[in-house]
């Protein structure tokens, strides 16, 4: 009963002695501003429609100004028309606090979801490009991995593994060359460990495996496209090395008959006398290299497509008079693949497992196995079983720990973010504090009624720590809500962003429910401190000074 009758007092301090529907006539605004965002949507659909008919450079330059009405038009809305709300049932000060506390709640549970998006894309793009687990052999050569593969496979957790050799080398094109770390892999296991597969664009990693399938690139082409070339395997506008087409030799294919493409006696292409036949001038076969998958920032680089030769570089060379010779090597673009992370695309180069040991010197030596986990957040207890089954001469080293430095900064962003936008919760609170003491001020008389009517100072107390715990329950609860719903909107519709300067098509959003009960806590703790000093003066306030 008695906490009925604080609220009752703290509700009606709150309220505002406006005569019943004074304001009624703000609701306009609001009205306006919906028709506004209605009008800009519709506006944009008639935009796509109309292009879908005709391309028009005016309509083009459209799109990007609607799209970002859009999203300015329903903040306006929904920040317009939750203050309209607000000022319509309480004080123009209580109205202020409880707004700042909205904002900063809102725009805190947005950028908190925005950075873990951010987070979770990160790990995602770094799990399907490496291992969720790296074992290694730091104090020796690691020529054992058959053995050691044995016995991981039969580690429960693991789902596979692959062996990998990596160096850092020099790629060099006929137009640029650039450092890239090269590393050799088995085409026949790395699809179980990691998403290269899945992430290839262009040609194949069976190439990596059967070089002499590689097909020659279209600008090099010797037959028409007519021709059944493309019927007999050639993929991309090119032509299957040492393919035989139409019984003839094509590129010093052996004819059906067995011969090499002989034709008989006294014909005119034997006949040093008889004009040369029209038609496209068959050249000679390509030399059968090794392959290379290469990403797409790095083809960019190098300019170079599927089929085209390029050249590795090794400063692990020969020795001559003059000191350490280069060893250099050339190559065949086998396959190009996108991971979705610049530094993976523009830096990392795969080879056959083989080739590489060859090209390398290092025979049948491997720099460590790769493994995939069935639960990748779960490590460190598969990281005991495999330390136990391998021995201490194994390094074993999970995704986190290779990759700390990085998850821990984005982490220390996250914290230093969070601490920076509670300022503006902070700032409300102040704002209540404000608004607290002014209050005293203004209701002294009725405190000091309310004292000589028996009211304890504890009950006051508590009526005007009710008052702050209803602006901080009003406002925080609605910025949550809004900051949940705009998360939804962009992950839902999407915030389309610049690829050259982000490398993603959209803003991710991640929604996290700890981040969510954090920002209830830290706003629900600021409010209620900035309760306390208003109401411990009023509640020490004597009903005879007060009255005077």
Known sequence: MKLSFELLVAARYLRADRPPGALDHLRWATLGLIVVT???????????????????????????PLRGAKYITVLVTVLVGFFIELIRRLTIFTTISTFGL???????????????????????????????MVITTPDRTFTDYREALRKIESVPGVLAASPYLSSEVMIASQSNLAGVIIKGID????????????????????HLLH????????????????????????????????????????????????????????????????????????????????????????????RVFVGEDVSLVSPMGDVGPTGPIPKSKPHRIAAVFFSGMYEYDSKYAYMNLPAAQKFLGLADEVSGLELKLQNPEATDEVTAKLRAALGGE??????KELNRSLFAALK??????????????????FS????GIMLVMEKGKEVAILKSMGASDRAVLRIFVLLGAYMGSVGTTAGVLTGVMTCWVFDRFGLPLDTDVYYITKLPVKVSVGELASVLLASLVLTLLATLYPAWQAARLRPVEALR
């Open 38 to 64: 209605a009008s800009v949507f519709a506006g944009d659909q008639l935009v796509e429609y109309l292009m879908r008919d005709h391309l028009s450079e005016t309509l083009w330059n459209l799109r990007g």
């Open 102 to 132: 909205f904002l900063g709640t809102g725009a805190l549970v947005t950028v908190l979801s925005v950075m873990s998006g951010f987070e979770q894309d990160l790990k995602t793009k770094i799990l399907g490009t490496h291992a969720h």
């Open 187 to 206: 085409p026949d296991t790395v699809g179980k460990v990691t998403e290269l597969v899945k992430n290839t664009e262009a040609g194949s990693l069976d």
């Open 211 to 302: 070089p002499d399938q590689m097909v020659k690139p279209a600008s090099t082409r010797t037959l028409s496209t007519s021709s059944k070339s493309l019927a007999l395997g050639a993929v991309d506008g090119g032509v299957v090395d040492g393919g035989a087409v139409d019984g003839g030799a094509v590129d010093g294919g052996a004819a059906p008959d067995g011969g090499a493409g002989a034709l008989p006696p006294g014909s005119a292409a034997f006949d040093p006398v008889a004009p040369k036949p029209s038609g496209p001038k068959i050249q000679p076969p390509r030399k059968v290299l090794p392959g290379l998958a290469i990403g797409r920032e790095l083809a960019r680089n190098l």
């Open 394 to 399: 194994f390094l074993v080293q999970d995704w």
């Open 412 to 429: 220390l962003e996250k914290i230093a973010m969070f601490i920076a936008l509670c300022f503006i919760i902070l700032v409300a609170a």
């Open 432 to 435: 209540i504090v404000s608004n």
